[in-house]
């Protein structure tokens, strides 16, 4: 955001909030309506000067707060989202939707009902727990009826516009409780299957699981809209979630896609980060943590299932993450799923952390073989708040990361539908490889490949620049017949399409469409081959359809990975079908991927790849993943390595004082002849340090509190061939006023 209008929107923010304390609800929603809602963080705690990172929104989270802290909460929750409020943040509202502080449902409190029977539990007969006396839920029209009295309606009265409903997440390894069984006698009309005997009743089963949460989300958000008009209210719906590639290799059940054409929702936070992505996949038989090409098909993921239907999508990154590691651990694999969220550069809103409180507060290993724990080291919470503070200007840009476009590859909510515990017998798909086996094999030589959703092949815009699409059903099934004929009228129109497939697993048998009510198809491709004019059981080899070409691989997509030089002839034939039949020009095979945005420039090279030579990037180089900020003329990023970077070149209107980057949010910027003030706020016990370009090299610089005292320990330095200042100083949330003149 530029100086002059960020300074309006910040005055305009405070006043507003200093209203809000006096104000109706919907007086406090109405006040937040004009600022621009482009990053956000989630925190069950209030306001506190060690976690004031200075996002556009504070997602304050539960009614009851989050059950993962350790400490009940002091404050209700009206209290704690006014100390936000009373800090200049818009508030906004999180809880889960599969579990949460609900301990008044499950203990009677709430009905007089005991309803602990409604947690999800396992072959065992043991409850899936989130936390003590917090089960994951099997959710219920009892249930949900609950979460909108208790819950909802309370945080719109409170004045909030924009609910989020996260994880509705149902274990794989859950579907044997009484409450999952009523479920299933009303939702199939025959009594309960154990999943575990066979691969139908396992489809079944989270095809039910599946739908539950569906009709759980639509019915919360839709009273939630309801409720907010009846009080004049335009209440906003999202669903936190990870992606559905993550859900699948995890074993988790979720709606997903199918969201997005609901009228009630209106997006989504895509939960990837660091524990999401460094799930191990196989590529060129190796079995191994992939951070960033899991990354950046994560986002992709997200972004492609949000896209066609114009709903907003924030993209979360986390500096840590669940499990316990060290810091370095977590730094190197931020930079990466950092790095894969900005490739994507058609959309600019983020999730900027969640838990601040575990960031800034936790204590967290030294060192990878070392038990002794601290807080998060000086030099990191210094790039890392310099990193989030760039997504606060982050542009949009119509320029494409580097590499040949067009490649898709077909994706479906059922690729969960699939996953079990425990082995299904005429079924094996480790680690999801008949997804990472279509992926994988062009992705790792620098073609940025697109996901596409069969729920979203209605839409015009789902089949935007899509050339060759990648598809299989080894590994998912179509839940609707009318999506192929989409697959098929665009192959007809000169699409070209690649089926890897045995079609003799197990799940082809299930009960669905393709075998009821007078279909007698025993796979569900033959319905699809038989709509293109084709021979519904095809052998491998090359079909023309219309001005189009169907090619078929009698191999299930997880040999081209699971195997040493598998993808060979199936990367090949790609090849050749994306140049000659498709027309779509050179398929470019390299090891890295760069994007232009605005000023920023972004590099990722990765290894196991077509060659190992290092990627140079030359300008007037701020290295942003270095908590210094050094101007470098030229920049090497090597296998396995990822680059942030800001070019001085780049920067609108050099002559005007502005600051390039920082580990402080800019506020009351000013400029004068020959004068620039701002003031910079961040949390305590946190260093800032600012790239700063002046005209000219300054003659005085002054550093003051709050207070308007001076402070001690600050540094400045001057580099002549960048015009940049180079400020460090002590962070404060009350803010830090700078002043240069020259």
Same mark, same amino acid.
């Given at each position: 955001?530029?100086?002059?209008?960020?300074?309006?929107?910040?005055?305009?923010?405070?006043?507003?909030?200093?209203?809000?304390?006096?104000?109706?609800?919907?007086?406090?929603?109405?006040?937040?309506?004009?600022?621009?809602?482009?990053?956000?963080?989630?925190?069950?705690?209030?306001?506190?000067?060690?976690?004031?990172?200075?996002?556009? @929104?504070?997602?304050?989270?539960?009614? #009851?707060?989050?059950?993962?802290?350790?400490?009940?909460?002091?404050?209700?929750?009206?209290?704690?989202?006014?100390?936000?409020?009373?800090?200049?943040?818009?508030?906004?509202?999180?809880? #889960?939707?599969? &579990? $949460?502080?609900?301990?008044?449902?499950?203990?009677?409190?709430?009905?007089?009902?005991?309803?602990?029977?409604?947690?999800?539990?396992?072959?065992?007969?043991?409850?899936? &727990?989130?936390?003590?006396? @917090?089960?994951?839920?099997? /959710?219920?029209?009892?249930?949900?009826?609950?979460?909108?009295?208790?819950?909802?309606?309370? @945080?719109?009265?409170?004045?909030?516009?924009?609910?989020?409903?996260?994880?509705?997440?149902?274990?794989?390894?859950?579907?044997? %409780?009484?409450?999952?069984?009523?479920?299933?006698?009303?939702?199939?009309?025959?009594?309960?299957?154990?999943?575990?005997?066979?691969?139908?009743?396992?489809?079944?089963?989270?095809?039910?699981?599946?739908?539950?949460?569906?009709? !759980?989300?639509?019915?919360?958000?839709?009273?939630?809209?309801?409720?907010?008009?009846?009080?004049?209210?335009?209440?906003?719906?999202?669903? /936190?979630?990870?992606?559905?590639?993550?859900?699948?290799?995890?074993?988790?059940?979720?709606?997903?896609?199918?969201?997005?054409?609901?009228?009630?929702?209106? #997006?989504?936070?895509?939960?990837?980060?660091?524990?999401?992505?460094?799930?191990?996949?196989?590529?060129?038989?190796?079995?191994?943590?992939?951070?960033?090409?899991?990354?950046?098909?994560?986002?992709?993921?997200?972004?492609?299932?949000?896209?066609?239907?114009?709903?907003?999508?924030?993209?979360?990154?986390?500096?840590?993450?669940?499990? !316990?590691?060290?810091?370095?651990?977590?730094?190197?694999?931020?930079?990466?799923?950092?790095?894969?969220?900005?490739?994507?550069?058609?959309?600019?809103?983020?999730?900027?952390?969640?838990?601040?409180?575990?960031?800034?507060?936790?204590?967290?290993?030294? %060192?990878?073989?070392?038990?002794?724990?601290?807080?998060?080291?000086?030099?990191?919470?210094?790039?890392?708040?310099?990193?989030?503070?760039?997504?606060?200007?982050?542009?949009?840009?119509?320029?494409?990361?580097?590499?040949?476009?067009?490649?898709?590859?077909?994706?479906?909510?059922?690729?969960?539908?699939?996953?079990?515990?425990?082995?299904? !017998? $005429?079924?094996?798909?480790?680690?999801?490889?008949?997804?990472?086996?279509?992926?994988?094999?062009?992705?790792?030589?620098?073609?940025?490949?697109?996901?596409?959703?069969?729920?979203?092949?209605?839409?015009?815009?789902?089949?935007?620049?899509?050339?060759?699409?990648?598809? %299989?059903?080894?590994?998912?099934?179509?839940?609707?017949?009318?999506?192929?004929?989409?697959?098929?009228?665009?192959?007809?129109?000169?699409?070209?399409?690649?089926?890897?497939?045995?079609?003799?697993?197990?799940?082809?048998?299930?009960?669905?469409? &393709?075998?009821?009510?007078?279909?007698?198809?025993?796979?569900?491709?033959?319905?699809?081959?038989?709509?293109?004019?084709?021979?519904?059981?095809?052998?491998?080899?090359?079909? !023309?359809?219309?001005?189009?070409?169907?090619? *078929?691989? +009698?191999?299930?997509?997880?040999?081209?990975?699971?195997?040493?030089?598998?993808?060979?002839?199936?990367?090949?034939?790609?090849?050749?079908?994306?140049? +000659?039949?498709?027309?779509?020009?050179?398929?470019?095979?390299?090891?890295?991927?760069?994007?232009?945005?605005?000023?920023?420039?972004?590099?990722?090279?990765?290894?196991?790849? *077509?060659?190992?030579?290092?990627?140079?990037?030359?300008?007037?180089?701020?290295?942003?993943?270095?908590?210094?900020?050094?101007?470098?003329?030229?920049?090497?990023? +090597?296998?396995?390595?990822?680059?942030?970077?800001?070019?001085?070149?780049?920067?609108?209107?050099?002559?005007?004082?502005?600051?390039?980057?920082?580990?402080?949010?800019?506020?009351?910027?000013?400029?004068?002849?020959?004068?620039?003030?701002?003031?910079?706020?961040?949390?305590?016990?946190?260093?800032?340090?600012?790239?700063?370009?002046?005209?000219?090299?300054?003659?005085?610089?002054?550093?003051?509190?709050?207070?308007?005292?001076?402070?001690?320990?600050?540094?400045?330095?001057?580099?002549?061939?960048?015009?940049?200042?180079?400020?460090?100083?002590?962070?404060?949330?009350?803010?830090?006023?700078?002043?240069?003149?020259?």
């Amino acid at each position: 955001m530029k100086a002059d209008v960020k300074k309006v929107l910040t005055c305009c923010v405070l006043f507003s909030f200093v209203l809000t304390g006096c104000q109706s609800g919907q007086q406090a929603a109405d006040s937040q309506k004009a600022v621009k809602e482009k990053t956000a963080f989630q925190t069950g705690q209030p306001w506190r000067p060690t976690i004031d990172n200075r996002a556009d @929104v504070a997602i304050v989270y539960g009614v #009851g707060g989050n059950p993962s802290d350790k400490e009940k909460q002091k404050m209700s929750f009206e209290e704690r989202v006014q100390t936000w409020r009373d800090h200049g943040y818009i508030t906004h509202f999180m809880t #889960g939707s599969a &579990w $949460g502080e609900y301990q008044d449902y499950f203990t009677g409190e709430w009905d007089g009902k005991w309803h602990l029977d409604e947690g999800q539990v396992t072959k065992q007969g043991d409850t899936i &727990w989130h936390g003590h006396m @917090v089960p994951y839920i099997v /959710p219920s029209e009892n249930f949900i009826k609950y979460m909108q009295e208790r819950h909802l309606k309370r @945080v719109i009265d409170a004045g909030i516009d924009a609910i989020y409903l996260e994880e509705p997440e149902f274990w794989a390894r859950g579907g044997y %409780s009484e409450a999952f069984k009523r479920e299933w006698k009303a939702y199939y009309g025959f009594d309960w299957r154990p999943q575990h005997e066979s691969a139908e009743n396992t489809y079944l089963s989270n095809k039910l699981k599946y739908h539950l949460y569906y009709r !759980a989300l639509n019915e919360m958000f839709t009273y939630a809209k309801e409720y907010g008009k009846s009080k004049g209210m335009n209440i906003r719906c999202y669903v /936190p979630t990870h992606s559905l590639v993550n859900y699948s290799q995890w074993q988790i059940v979720s709606p997903e896609a199918s969201l997005a054409s609901l009228p009630c929702v209106d #997006g989504y936070i895509a939960q990837v980060w660091t524990g999401t992505s460094r799930e191990p996949n196989y590529f060129d038989g190796v079995k191994k943590e992939r951070v960033f090409e899991n990354a950046f098909l994560e986002y992709g993921c997200m972004e492609s299932m949000t896209a066609p239907t114009g709903r907003k999508v924030y993209f979360l990154t986390d500096p840590i993450e669940d499990r !316990a590691r060290d810091w370095a651990d977590y730094k190197k694999n931020y930079q990466a799923t950092f790095t894969a969220k900005l490739l994507y550069p058609n959309n600019d809103n983020y999730e900027v952390m969640p838990w601040p409180e575990r960031i800034y507060e936790g204590l967290y290993k030294t %060192s990878a073989n070392s038990e002794e724990k601290t807080r998060i080291p000086r030099f990191y919470s210094t790039q890392m708040q310099v990193m989030i503070n760039s997504l606060n200007d982050m542009p949009l840009s119509d320029n494409k990361v580097s590499g040949s476009h067009g490649i898709s590859v077909l994706m479906a909510n059922s690729l969960m539908f699939q996953r079990a515990p425990e082995p299904v !017998a $005429g079924y094996d798909d480790p680690q999801l490889s008949n997804f990472y086996g279509q992926a994988l094999p062009f992705l790792k030589r620098g073609v940025p490949v697109h996901l596409m959703h069969i729920e979203n092949v209605s839409y015009p815009e789902n089949w935007k620049d899509t050339k060759v699409l990648l598809m %299989s059903y080894s590994n998912m099934k179509p839940l609707e017949k009318e999506a192929h004929q989409y697959i098929a009228d665009w192959v007809k129109n000169g699409g070209v399409l690649v089926y890897s497939a045995t079609d003799k697993d197990s799940f082809q048998s299930v009960q669905e469409w &393709w075998n009821q009510d007078g279909n007698t198809y025993k796979a569900p491709s033959e319905h699809l081959f038989e709509l293109m004019g084709l021979d519904r059981e095809l052998k491998e080899g090359e079909y !023309a359809v219309g001005k189009g070409t169907v090619y *078929v691989f +009698r191999h299930d997509p997880k040999d081209f990975v699971m195997k040493t030089d598998g993808d060979k002839e199936y990367v090949e034939t790609v090849k050749r079908l994306y140049e +000659r039949i498709a027309h779509a020009g050179e398929l470019q095979f390299k090891n890295s991927f760069y994007l232009e945005r605005g000023v920023y420039d972004l590099v990722s090279v990765m290894d196991e790849s *077509v060659n190992d030579d290092p990627y140079i990037i030359k300008g007037k180089l701020i290295d942003l993943f270095d908590p210094e900020l050094p101007v470098l003329d030229e920049k090497v990023v +090597r296998p396995d390595e990822q680059a942030f970077l800001l070019d001085i070149n780049r920067v609108e209107n050099p002559e005007k004082p502005q600051v390039l980057c920082g580990a402080a949010r800019v506020y009351e910027e000013k400029i004068k002849d020959s004068f620039y003030q701002f003031l910079a706020k961040s949390p305590v016990n946190t260093t800032n340090v600012m790239r700063v370009l002046l005209p000219k090299a300054p003659k005085h610089v002054t550093i003051k509190d709050a207070k308007g005292r001076e402070l001690a320990d600050t540094s400045n330095s001057w580099d002549e061939a960048s015009h940049t200042s180079l400020l460090k100083f002590e962070n404060n949330p009350d803010g830090v006023l700078v002043t240069y003149e020259w």
